[in-house]
Nanobody
Framework: QVQLVESGGGLVQAGGSLRLSCAAS????????MGWFRQAPGKEREFVAA????????WYADSVEGRFTISEDNAKNTVYLQMSSLKPEDTAVYYC????????????????WGQGTQVAVSS
């Protein structure tokens, strides 16, 4: 059974930083591309960042480019999202997801999803 478990969310002031983690089990981590998405209240789920299997390529939404960094630790089957210079508009539930070949930008291309972790940024 595949499980993706996010952690690291919380409340932070604007300009602050958080690091989200996503621990994967039940899949061969290196066979999947991993992505982070977010969903704010009343809005559609949107792409944030993705990393290819093996970590050779990364992609970012324009809104987070230069502020967020996605990385992975294959030994720990974990993908990270380092978020810096946070803004109130970054407030959302953040989800990690795994794709086995499609993607990286569209949520419908991802096969497995975590339950999400809440990030709230106060002004």
């Amino acid at each position: 059974q595949v499980q993706l478990v996010e952690s690291g969310g919380g409340l932070v002031q604007a300009g602050g930083s958080l690091r989200l983690s996503c621990a994967a089990s039940g899949l061969t981590f290196g066979d999947y591309g991993m992505g982070w998405f977010r969903q704010a209240p009343g809005k559609e789920r949107e792409f944030v960042a993705a990393i290819s299997w093996g970590g050779g390529s990364t992609w970012y939404a324009d809104s987070v480019e230069g502020r967020f960094t996605i990385s992975e630790d294959n030994a720990k089957n974990t993908v990270y999202l380092q978020m810096s210079s946070l803004k109130p508009e970054d407030t959302a539930v953040y989800y990690c997801a795994a794709t086995d070949g499609l993607g990286p930008f569209h949520p419908e291309n991802y096969k497995y999803w975590g339950q999400g972790t809440q990030v709230a940024v106060s002004s």
